[in-house]
T-cell receptor, first 114, second 110 residues
Framework: ETGVTQSPTHLIKTRGQQVTLRCSSQSGHNTVSWYQQALGQGPQFIFQYYREEENGRGNFPPRFSGLQFPNYSSELNVNALELDDSALYLC?????????????FGSGTRLTVV | DAKTTQPNSMESNEEEPVHLPCNHSTISGTDYIHWYRQLPSQGPEYVIHGLTSNVNNRMASLAIAEDRKSSTLILHRATLRDAAVYYCILRDGGYSTLTFGKGTMLLVSP
C-alpha cells in the first residue's frame, strides 16, 4: 500500500507571492487534513476535507485555501505569503469519521518565505 | 477540545522499557486516546490508539487507567530509532481532527 506523498519537498518563495502545495492520499483514504508546523512547535490544524468538501477549519485566515479532488488528492494554496508562513506543511489522510482511525502523514513540504 | 498534559522530555537507555505518561483529566466518554510520534525531519507517525481497554500492537502498548483520566505509552525495548517527540492526543468519535500539544521528547542513549 502506498503512503501519503507530498510535493515539493522544499520551496522558497518571496513575501507577497502565492504557493500551491500538493498531496496524494494513502490508497483508500477519503479524508485529508493539512497542518502547519513551525520550528520547535507541534503541528497546527489548518483544515480538513472529506469527499471534496471542507468539513473543519482551524484558526487560519482565508488566504489559506484548499481543494480535494475526486481521486482524493489535495492541494493547499496560500496567497499573499508572509514571513511567518515559513514552516513545514504536513498533509495527512485517514478513513472517514470516528476517533477510532489513525491518520497517515506525509513527510511534509518545507516552505521558506523570504 | 479536551487537553492532555505530558512531560516535556524523558530519557532512556537502549533496550530498556520506556513508559511515557499522559494526563487527560477532562476526557469525555467518546474520546479516543491516540499516540503519534515524530522523528526528526519527518511527519508524525501513528503509533497506537485506544478507548477503554489496554491495547497492544507491533510498535507499542497503551495502558489506560480505569477512570480514563490518564494513559501510558509503553515501548518495551527502546532503540535509538525510537528517539522522537511523542504526542498524546484525544480525538472524539465525530469528524474531529488531531490537536497536537508540545509532546514529550524522548532521548535514548546507547
Amino acid at each position: 500500500e502506498t503512503g501519503v506523498t507530498q510535493s515539493p519537498t522544499h520551496l522558497i518563495k518571496t513575501r507577497g507571492q502565492q504557493v500551491t502545495l500538493r498531496c496524494s492520499s494513502q490508497s483508500g483514504h477519503n479524508t485529508v487534513s493539512w497542518y502547519q508546523q513551525a520550528l520547535g512547535q507541534g503541528p497546527q490544524f489548518i483544515f480538513q476535507y472529506y469527499r471534496e468538501e471542507e468539513n473543519g477549519r482551524g484558526n487560519f485566515p482565508p488566504r489559506f485555501s484548499g481543494l480535494q479532488f475526486p481521486n482524493y488528492s489535495s492541494e493547499l494554496n496560500v496567497n499573499a505569503l508572509e514571513l511567518d508562513d515559513s514552516a513545514l506543511y504536513l498533509c495527512a489522510s485517514s478513513f472517514p469519521t470516528g476517533g477510532g482511525y489513525g491518520y497517515t502523514f506525509g513527510s511534509g513540504t518545507r516552505l521558506t518565505v523570504v | 477540545d479536551a487537553k492532555t498534559t505530558q512531560p516535556n522530555s524523558m530519557e532512556s537507555n537502549e533496550e530498556e522499557p520506556v513508559h511515557l505518561p499522559c494526563n487527560h483529566s477532562t476526557i469525555s466518554g467518546t474520546d479516543y486516546i491516540h499516540w503519534y510520534r515524530q522523528l526528526p525531519s519527518q511527519g508524525p507517525e501513528y503509533v497506537i490508539h485506544g478507548l477503554t481497554s489496554n491495547v497492544n500492537n507491533r510498535m507499542a502498548s497503551l495502558a489506560i487507567a480505569e477512570d480514563r483520566k490518564s494513559s501510558t505509552l509503553i515501548l518495551h525495548r527502546a532503540t535509538l530509532r525510537d528517539a522522537a517527540v511523542y504526542y498524546c492526543i484525544l480525538r472524539d468519535g465525530g469528524y474531529s481532527t488531531l490537536t497536537f500539544g508540545k509532546g514529550t521528547m524522548l532521548l535514548v542513549s546507547p
